[in-house]
């Protein structure tokens, strides 16, 4: 999938702060700034990595790229769209192509529901209103049994529940609900980080592959400086909701330039040495 | 003399009285795990959980336990602290100071943990009780453990809120978990394990729930108290570059049983597993160029009910024989350090770092790239 747009995401000056809880009924309430005027752009088919801590607002800058929440302030322009300025019908059908997986492979999957409806829920809601066209039963089948293949499952597996498959495969089917709707762009928040490390190789494979083969675009949000350093071309990295060094990943991680992410980098075990 | 572990006459009665033999020995090592096998009852049938593992250490070793979710890193970990499931039967020898902790009743069992072996658990949110002030849940085994009342717990309580670090300690004295961050609270965890000064501290992913930085700071910490107090130290990890940092000696495991254990200088040399190789060559590093494709290991982890009856790695491994599959293959050397002993030392036993590795064909292995 080609994209006419050079720049698939533009994320311009965007800040986003929390109300806090009022200390005394009438004292004004504090807020808590979770980003402070974050920009960056993520070419078509490349990839783009956000390091930091707890806390650092890795978190709420992928909530606000998926359109989750309204930034307080700035732009997240996607494909030429700002994506708050949209009406609900058109931000839904515009979903389709920017998907997201999440960290915890047993948190994210309903358990009450077979691989097949989990795989193909993204369609029903994204495909049947926008354009009105509306999926036959056997064609969201024949996508869930492609997309489930993309990423080395059997079709068989559709029939299953998530208790019936190890971590590496939940995550397996997380990434292929991504996939079944052809986006350009996926949010992948700590999409390793709960797997052990042979599985954890082969997730990663399978999302260089993934990108190979279909020119995606992935906002990996990341601790592990490793994982980013394989996965992406540029990198930010973010400190209490600051950018406070960003560029190409290979020129950030052999010379860091800000302290944090020296600091960052030193505190990786076994470096040592 | 008073009681070994807490400095209290109390204390060594209540030993007298549930038969333990609190006398310290130089000659026995501290903590003596010899052919531990636990067998699960489940739906599928009996299982064999753990197939075997020994090991000794000393006071003063840090031991690491490396391994894949469902290897048998943790069951270890819990059936030396006596917290298996009931359904579980353990056979084997256990022993710490020269006490079977395998023959133990229940109420002699819950007077050794805490007292003499203490755990740090992974996720400090679960493990600590958030209906309860953080300085009384220090407080408690001091006062199981010490007879302590609850004016000399909590001012013990400060004084190892302090010993860990944790900042403003007087102020956070009482504080609920949910009120501390996640490094302040594994500090917690920390010194509640801490508190009656254990002869072996258990680290079960002690800092897989926290951020780099925090997690060096809170290692360097558990090291530290480790040294001083001279106590062993058992961490378990999956992570390969952590145990490089921290511990003297890996032990790699696999479906339930040692695969290789070494120094872990010698590991970091050699590795002569063909699953220990797999997994080094599994992690991405910094360094590799973007793009790289990971080397992975074939197939996966069997599940536990079909475990094979020789090695558990054969239908994975590249170098497999016919016999490997017949029964688990014997540990073999690869290489003995015998360390020189420090004068000082002479009535220690003597140090000898061996390599071994289960694998019958260790030595047909490339060395890796």
Known sequence: MKSPHQVLLDVQHVSQHYALPKPSLFAKAGHIQALKDVSFQLTAGKSMGIVGESGSGKSTLARLVMALEKPTQGKVVFKGQDLNALSQEKLRHSRSDFQMVFQDPYGSLDPRQKVLSIVTESLHSTLSSGSGQLLSTQDLKDRATFALTEVGLRPSDLDKYPHEFSGGQRQRIAIARALITRPSLIVADEPVSALDVSVQAQVLNLMMDLQDRFGLSYLFVSHDLAVINLMCDDVIVLQHGQVVEAGSANEIFQRPQHPYTQALLAAIPGLSQ | ?369
């Open chain 2, 1 to 369: 003399m008073d009681c070994v572990t807490c400095s209290i006459p109390v204390c060594r009665e209540r030993d007298k009285r549930i038969g333990l033999n609190m006398t310290p020995s130089n000659t026995k090592p501290l903590l003596s795990v010899r052919n531990l096998r636990v067998g699960l009852q489940t739906s599928h049938g009996q299982l064999e959980a753990l197939r075997g593992v020994d090991f000794e250490m000393q006071r003063g070793d840090t031991l690491g336990l490396i391994g894949e979710s469902g290897c048998g890193k943790s069951l270890t970990a819990l059936a030396i602290m006596g917290l298996l499931p009931e359904r579980a039967t353990v056979s084997g020898s256990i022993s710490l100071n020269g006490t079977e902790l395998t023959q133990l009743s229940d109420e002699a069992l819950c007077n050794m943990r805490g007292a003499r072996m203490a755990m740090i658990f992974q996720e400090p949110m679960t493990a600590l009780n958030p209906l309860h002030p953080i300085w009384k849940q220090i407080a408690e085994p001091l006062q199981l453990h010490q007879g302590m009342d609850l004016v000399s717990a909590k001012a013990r309580a400060l004084e190892l809120l302090e010993r860990v670090q944790l900042p403003r300690a007087r102020e956070r004295l009482d504080n609920y978990p949910h009120q501390l961050s996640g490094g302040q609270r594994q500090r917690v965890m920390i010194s509640i394990a801490l508190a009656c000064q254990p002869d072996i501290l258990i680290a079960d992913e002690p800092t897989t729930a926290l951020d780099v930085t925090v997690q060096k700071e809170v290692l360097a910490l558990i090291r530290q108290l480790v040294a001083e107090d001279g106590m062993g130290l058992l961490l378990i990890s999956h992570d390969l570059g952590l145990m490089r940092d921290q511990v003297e000696r890996v032990m790699v495991m696999y479906g339930g049983a040692v695969v290789e254990s070494a120094p872990t200088k010698d590991l970091f040399g050699r590795r002569a597993h063909p699953y220990t190789q797999g997994l080094f060559a599994a992690r991405p590093q910094l360094g590799l160029k973007r793009g790289t494709r990971l080397q992975t290991i074939a197939g996966k982890v069997p599940e536990i009910f079909n475990w094979p009856r020789g090695c558990a790695f054969a239908d994975r491994c590249a170098y497999v024989q016919d016999n490997c599959r017949l029964a688990l293959p014997q540990l073999e050397l690869v290489s003995d350090t015998a360390h020189a002993i420090d004068d000082k030392d002479a009535d220690k036993p003597r140090r000898v770092d061996k390599h071994w590795v289960r694998c019958p064909e260790w030595q047909q292995l490339k060395a890796p790239a």
